[in-house]
């Protein structure tokens, strides 16, 4: 079974600072979501990356899949309090084709 | 405006008395799945159709039920349900239905269950 970590699983942080959500499997995958949800709402899809190496730019948030794609991260610079959010990724799996999510990472962002 | 539509989206009820849950989508998309998070747990799917009458289990589709007779409407039922199916749920669509899609799911926003 194909399985994605998280971490961290939650995140305090001030207004301003930057931060990196990271997103790891011992597996292969064929491609990469991220999603961000929102109290009372259903995900949203932010990005998908789908090349080794690929990094993605939305703003002030950056996405990067691993080279050997079976990792990748989030990287948000001067984190706003409208970033706070629940941070999911999901993989598609690379021997299954079905897509698998991460149990999350819970952010805060104070002003 | 594009969108998945659950019903309800609050529910109390008791062990053992049967409910459904609604899903409806307007982008005429093949591909539609049931999703319950958890806390801890993610996102995990309990059942999911590729097209029109084609349904087939996910992860955890013990105590779940769902039919697929057209296709923008994709409803989740609880025959006889239980505490541990407590839960919130969100039913999603995609445009593609085969495996090693990378199409986005579009979900609904929500329906959190408390079974007493």
């Known amino acids: 079974t194909q399985l994605l970590e998280q971490s961290p699983q939650f995140l305090s942080i001030q207004e301003g600072e930057n931060l990196t959500v990271y997103c790891n499997s011992s597996?292969?995958?064929?491609?990469l979501q991220w999603y961000r949800q929102e109290p009372g709402e259903g995900p949203v899809l932010l990005v998908t990356v789908v090349t080794g190496g690929e990094v993605k730019k939305l703003k002030r948030l950056t996405f990067q899949f691993g080279d050997a794609r079976k990792d990748s991260s989030l990287h948000i610079t001067a984190a706003q309090p409208g970033d706070t959010g629940l941070y999911l990724c999901?993989?598609?799996?690379?021997?299954?084709?079905?897509?698998?999510f991460g149990q999350g990472t819970t952010l805060q962002v104070k002003p | 405006e594009a969108q998945v539509t659950q019903n309800p989206r609050y529910l109390i009820t008791v062990t053992g008395k049967k409910l459904t849950v609604t899903c409806s989508q307007n982008m005429n998309h093949e591909y539609m799945s049931w999703y319950r998070q958890d806390p801890g747990l993610g996102l995990r799917q309990i059942y999911y159709s590729m097209n029109v009458e084609v349904t087939d289990k996910g992860d955890v589709p013990e105590g779940y039920k769902v039919s697929r007779k057209e296709k923008r409407n994709f409803p989740l039922i609880l025959e006889s349900p239980s505490p541990n199916q407590t839960s919130l749920y969100f039913c999603a669509s995609s445009p593609d239905s085969g495996p090693y899609s990378n199409q986005p799911q579009h979900f609904g926003d929500g329906t959190r269950l408390s079974i007493l």
């Open positions: 999901a993989g598609v799996g690379g021997n299954t084709g079905k897509l698998i």
């Open positions: 597996s292969v995958f064929s491609s």
